[in-house]
């Protein structure tokens, strides 16, 4: 019953995405305290994303997105990586 209050009212307030963005950011002492409130409500924990992350070119995000068996977004992320090198050519 205890922890189906504590789960409600982070549903409530809305802590429940930016506890799991928290827990996976690159901030190691936020992250592992979000990660102790996620599990503690009996939420799923993401991966904790490295610090290169922002560093990452379009071909390693695509190695990821297979990775993590993500692959019916690469399409997608090609078709838009696509698009935006035809816009900013355009506006050259």
């Known amino acids: 019953m205890r922890v189906y209050c504590a789960m409600q009212v ?11 963005r928290l827990a996976s ?3 190691q002492q936020a992250a592992r305290f979000a990660g102790q409130a996620l599990r503690l409500i ?12 922002p560093l990452w070119t ?4 695509i190695r990821w997105l297979h990775q993590v068996n993500c692959t019916a977004d690469v399409p997608v ?5 696509i698009a935006a090198s035809l816009h900013c050519k355009a506006i050259r």
Do not use: N, R, W
């Not at 379009?58 to 995000?61: F, G, K, L, M, R």
């Open 10 to 20: 982070f549903q409530d307030i809305g802590a429940i995405e930016p506890l799991k």
């Open 25 to 27: 950011g690159v901030v």
């Open 42 to 53: 009996g939420e799923e924990v993401p991966l904790k994303l490295s610090p290169q992350v």
């Open 58 to 61: 379009s071909h390693d995000v």
């Open 77 to 81: 992320l090609c078709g838009q990586l």
